[in-house]
């Protein structure tokens, strides 16, 4: 009999000296469809039992875990900053975070608070911030107002209430007789606001634990990790029946740059077509990589009685969600791009919260059109052929990709058509850097066009440009089809300069 318990459930005294877990065998009559079971003619007694572990499955991610760092000791002096051994630092948990050890012997340790900044924090409260990307620790600073900044702050507020007062009493001298007097510019009106606690001189700082690492190299197929890098005691081997996902690298500061003036244009509304693009693709859980927004008067040439067609008080987010796209040595299928229930449902109740009322969501995916590239490469005797392949392959699939594809890299423009010229520009920056690389004979294209939910179709012909629908994107890659007509991977021809 093999059972499949759960890590955590509740433990029982069993009114003794021993310690367990309760398990309730139910037995039951066996059905039309248990034949490959064995049944009892009566209930079996159980006379002995022998327990002996087979195996168990724990959660795993792929980051170091670093236990009571000690960060340095406090000068106490406000903002003081700390800096972690290793970076980025991944999202804490409700194990993870500061303790302060006094100075003094015996002295327990004080346990601190992560905030993410220190605008709602007092003098008392015992708050620091962590930068995950640099694992630069900070402590609560001083801030001193000057001078200037408040006698300008008192001005304007005199003028203010003397417009206030002027329209209460009707008259400016007994408005101006009402005001507060101002106070004198000295160095001693100095205004401080301590921000935080500071830990005191000569204490420790440790952070008990955190974890570092993290990246898109985390996300392995199902089945790829069957190496122990450290023995553990009884455990012989190891597998993973599940894909790992979720690994995403940080964000760079060009995107920082794009995405701070949409952040402080939006807020937490979604008006505009910027603004429910800007939070479609800011789903708490949701990463994708593009958003698309469409509205009624962007389809001129349909009925609004179509069905599909965008009425009036609708607002289409077109959504294309992040993939692997760390290896493109076979493309990226539209089969990868699809958006699952859960992310529909995610995506929808977010905008909800944030669309004006009476507004309608519709989430759809853009229509893919696939692309497949015959390219004639004359090379020189000593080439490579299959490192001349492979390198222009990838860069192809690279090109004509929904998420990292065109002419600045972000993905393949929306409704955008390929000409061969396209490939032809795109291949004259690289081929260059390829060893025993003549030059580019020709270039073909044939579209791939799906036939039904499964199937996908290749153009027999070469087509001299490939349009994808209005509001539709091409990609490419490879079904590893046996047969030829069917097979979608790109071709790379190669001809040796004579």
Same mark, same amino acid.
């Given at each position: 009999?093999?059972?499949?318990?759960?890590?955590?459930?509740?433990?029982?005294?069993?009114?003794?000296?021993?310690?367990?877990?309760?398990?309730?065998?139910?037995?039951?009559?066996?059905?039309?469809?248990?034949?490959?079971?064995?049944?009892?003619?009566?209930?079996?007694?159980?006379?002995?039992?022998?327990?002996?572990?087979?195996?168990?499955?724990?959660?795993?991610?792929?980051?170091?875990?670093?236990?009571?760092?000690?960060?340095?000791?406090?000068?106490?002096?406000?903002?003081?900053?700390?800096?972690?051994?290793?970076?980025?630092?991944?999202?804490?948990?409700?194990?993870?975070?500061?303790?302060?050890?006094?100075?003094?012997?015996?002295?327990?340790?004080?346990?601190?608070?992560?905030?993410?900044?220190?605008?709602?924090?007092?003098?008392?409260?015992?708050?620091?911030?962590?930068?995950?990307?640099?694992?630069?620790?900070?402590?609560?600073?001083?801030?001193?107002?000057?001078?200037?900044?408040?006698?300008?702050?008192?001005?304007?507020?005199?003028?203010?209430?003397?417009?206030?007062?002027?329209?209460?009493?009707?008259?400016?001298?007994?408005?101006?007789?009402?005001?507060?007097?101002?106070?004198?510019?000295?160095?001693?009106?100095?205004?401080?606001?301590?921000? %935080?606690?500071?830990?005191?001189?000569?204490?420790?700082?440790?952070?008990?634990?955190?974890?570092?690492?993290? *990246?898109?190299?985390?996300?392995?197929?199902?089945?790829?990790?069957?190496?122990?890098?450290?023995?553990?005691?009884?455990?012989?081997?190891?597998?993973?029946?599940?894909?790992?996902?979720?690994?995403?690298?940080?964000?760079?500061?060009?995107?920082?740059?794009?995405?701070?003036?949409?952040?402080?244009?939006?807020?937490?509304?979604?008006?505009?077509?910027?603004?429910?693009?800007?939070?479609?693709?800011?789903?708490?859980?949701?990463?994708?990589?593009?958003?698309?927004?469409?509205?009624?008067?962007?389809?001129?040439?349909?009925?609004?009685?179509?069905?599909?067609?965008?009425?009036? %008080?609708?607002?289409?987010?077109?959504?294309?969600?992040?993939?692997?796209?760390?290896?493109?040595?076979?493309?990226?299928?539209?089969?990868?791009?699809?958006?699952?229930?859960?992310?529909?449902?995610?995506?929808?109740?977010?905008?909800?919260?944030?669309?004006?009322?009476?507004?309608?969501?519709?989430?759809?995916?853009?229509?893919?059109?696939?692309?497949?590239?015959?390219?004639?490469?004359?090379?020189?005797?000593?080439?490579?052929?299959?490192?001349?392949?492979?390198?222009?392959?990838?860069?192809?699939?690279?090109?004509?990709?929904?998420?990292?594809?065109?002419?600045?890299?972000? *993905?393949?423009?929306? %409704?955008?058509?390929?000409?061969?010229?396209?490939?032809?520009?795109?291949?004259?920056?690289?081929?260059?850097?390829?060893?025993?690389?003549?030059?580019?004979?020709?270039?073909?294209?044939? %579209?791939?066009?799906?036939?039904?939910?499964?199937?996908?179709?290749?153009?027999?012909?070469?087509?001299?440009?490939?349009?994808?629908?209005?509001?539709?994107?091409?990609?490419?890659?490879?079904?590893?089809?046996?047969?030829?007509?069917?097979?979608?991977?790109?071709?790379?021809?190669?001809?040796?300069?004579?």
């Amino acid at each position: 009999m093999i059972l499949h318990l759960p890590r955590d459930w509740p433990e029982d005294n069993l009114h003794s000296q021993y310690q367990g877990h309760w398990i309730r065998c139910i037995y039951r009559q066996l059905q039309d469809h248990d034949s490959q079971e064995y049944g009892y003619s009566s209930s079996p007694l159980i006379f002995s039992l022998s327990i002996r572990s087979i195996g168990g499955a724990v959660p795993a991610t792929q980051c170091v875990w670093v236990k009571d760092e000690l960060l340095g000791v406090s000068n106490g002096k406000p903002g003081q900053v700390f800096e972690l051994q290793g970076t980025p630092v991944l999202e804490r948990s409700s194990t993870e975070y500061i303790e302060i050890q006094p100075p003094g012997d015996r002295q327990p340790r004080e346990p601190w608070t992560e905030v993410s900044d220190f605008a709602d924090s007092r003098a008392s409260d015992r708050h620091y911030i962590i930068d995950s990307q640099t694992g630069i620790v900070q402590f609560g600073p001083l801030i001193r107002e000057p001078p200037q900044l408040r006698r300008q702050t008192e001005v304007r507020t005199r003028l203010q209430t003397s417009d206030r007062l002027r329209t209460q009493f009707n008259g400016t001298e007994t408005a101006m007789n009402a005001l507060p007097p101002m106070d004198v510019e000295t160095e001693s009106n100095l205004k401080e606001r301590q921000y %935080g606690q500071v830990p005191p001189p000569g204490a420790e700082i440790y952070l008990k634990a955190y974890r570092t690492g993290g *990246g898109t190299q985390g996300n392995v197929e199902a089945e790829m990790l069957t190496v122990l890098r450290s023995a553990i005691p009884y455990v012989k081997q190891v597998i993973n029946y599940e894909a790992a996902t979720g690994g995403t690298e940080p964000e760079s500061l060009e995107k920082a740059i794009l995405r701070v003036p949409g952040l402080l244009r939006s807020s937490q509304r979604a008006i505009t077509r910027n603004d429910f693009e800007y939070h479609a693709m800011r789903v708490p859980d949701v990463d994708i990589a593009r958003a698309h927004c469409l509205d009624a008067n962007m389809e001129m040439d349909k009925q609004w009685t179509e069905p599909d067609a965008i009425k009036p %008080g609708q607002v289409c987010i077109l959504a294309i969600p992040q993939a692997d796209i760390q290896d493109l040595s076979r493309g990226l299928s539209p089969q990868e791009l699809k958006l699952n229930d859960e992310v529909r449902t995610k995506i929808k109740d977010y905008l909800n919260d944030r669309k004006p009322l009476g507004v309608q969501i519709l989430l759809r995916e853009p229509k893919y059109i696939g692309v497949k590239v015959k390219v004639m490469i004359i090379v020189g005797q000593n080439a490579d052929r299959g490192y001349v392949s492979s390198q222009f392959l990838k860069r192809l699939y690279r090109f004509l990709n929904p998420i990292t594809g065109g002419t600045e890299g972000k *993905g393949w423009p929306l %409704g955008h058509p390929v000409y061969p010229s396209d490939v032809v520009a795109y291949c004259q920056q690289f081929y260059q850097q390829i060893p025993h690389v003549s030059y580019l004979k020709a270039v073909e294209l044939r %579209g791939i066009r799906q036939q039904d939910q499964d199937n996908w179709s290749v153009a027999p012909i070469p087509e001299p440009v490939i349009y994808p629908s209005e509001f539709g994107v091409v990609c490419s890659w490879d079904n590893q089809a046996e047969n030829e007509e069917r097979r979608t991977a790109h071709e790379i021809e190669l001809i040796l300069d004579n």
